[in-house]
């Protein structure tokens, strides 16, 4: 593999979210490079699309973060509901 093919599948992975892929693909970018000789504007232009990667993937962070409290909530409402209706039934069901 090479190191343009390399750079492409990091950025499917990040899209996919497939995080184990993505540490695969980054050790085998470091083995490409440790390899190759890396000109100051190779190695730039790597370190600017890795520091839009990381933007990338602290929003879709924030996205996670605020899903998973949200579903936390939801799950306490539920679970807070869930308690009301069977007091209530416990109340009604000697009535008859």
Do not use: C, F, H
């Not at 083995?31 to 933007?55: C, S």
């Not at 998973?68 to 007091?87: A, Q």
């Amino acid at each position: 593999m090479n190191l343009e093919t390399i750079e492409r599948l990091i950025d499917k992975a990040i899209e996919e979210e497939d995080y184990e892929k993505l540490l695969k693909l980054l050790n085998e970018r470091e083995k490409i490079l440790k390899n190759m000789e890396v000109t100051p504007q190779i190695a730039e232009e790597i370190m600017e699309r890795d520091k839009k990667r990381l933007e990338m993937m602290e929003k879709k962070k924030a996205s996670l973060i605020k899903t998973i409290m949200s579903s936390r909530e939801y799950g306490k409402s539920l679970k807070s509901y869930g308690k009301s209706i069977s007091e209530q039934g416990k109340r009604n069901w000697g009535r008859g």
